[in-house]
């Protein structure tokens, strides 16, 4: 059957809605930043858009976005997957830290169904420190695109920066967006070592959000693509 004009621009519409759908929508992981050796560490996933205080039903997640994997890197850079159990708008899971230093909770999905012929990419990570800890930093190479601030006593009005990593190297130029419990956001520009510094003027959680769109031919569950979306997140906590 030979499809009209209209039925063609329907079509990608559709394609359109179901892109704009996924690539508006973010995975962001948090729990107290501040852990206890040998206390019960608790942490949640959740998918939605942080800035207009949306966090989807696990039911309504994008593709086998609630299928995603839930790692820690171990301050001896020895990483651990983690079980999570399904609760109505999260996933969660516990961990009992053994030691002193830097955790990073951390996950990576590929979603399984195209956005058009975008393939997406989902990351969120978390750092959380035990006890005492000289090194407040993460670049753990197995996790492409990184947003990173430490977890440290953040104030109003103090600067707070925020590192952007991709493959293990600085990422320059990137867009990274902001975004207050209150649904202020300002996107800013990493500069020439990854980084982007401001002061925040409220208290409460922030999440941040950085992507990356390239070009890229491949076939992903047997469809092809011509582009990959990775989106990556961080949280921290303005006192």
């Known amino acids: ?132 800890s000289d090194r407040m930093t993460a670049n753990p190479k197995e996790i492409n695109l990184l947003a990173f601030v430490a977890p440290s006593e953040n104030r109003v009005k103090q600067t707070v920066d925020i590192v952007v990593m991709d493959e293990g190297n600085a990422l320059a130029d990137a867009a990274v967006t902001v975004i207050s419990a209150e649904g202020w956001a300002k996107t800013f520009k990493t500069d020439a070592s990854g980084k982007v510094s401001f002061q925040p003027l409220w208290e409460g959680m922030y999440v941040v959000e950085t992507s990356k769109y390239s070009p890229e031919e491949g076939i992903w569950n047997d469809k092809p693509h011509t582009h990959v979306w990775h989106g990556a997140t961080t949280v921290f906590t303005v006192n």
């Not at 966090?55 to 020895?78: F, T």
């Not at 002193?100 to 909770?105: P, R």
């Open 1 to 132: 059957m030979k499809k009209t004009p209209l039925f063609v621009l329907f079509i990608a519409l559709l394609c359109n809605s179901l892109s704009q759908t996924a690539y508006a929508h973010a995975l962001w992981i948090e729990a107290s930043q501040v852990g206890k050796k040998n206390g019960t560490q608790t942490v949640k996933v959740f998918y939605g858009e942080y800035e207009h205080g949306t966090r989807d039903l696990v039911k309504d997640w994008y593709a086998d976005v609630k299928e995603l994997e839930l790692w820690v890197q171990h301050p001896s850079g020895q990483s651990t997957k983690l079980e999570t159990s399904v609760a109505a708008d999260h996933l969660s899971a516990s961990f009992t830290p053994e030691q002193e230093g830097l955790y990073l909770f951390h996950t990576t999905h590929a979603a399984s169904e195209l956005g058009g012929q975008t393939k997406y990419v989902f990351s969120a990570s978390l750092p959380i420190v035990v006890g005492k």
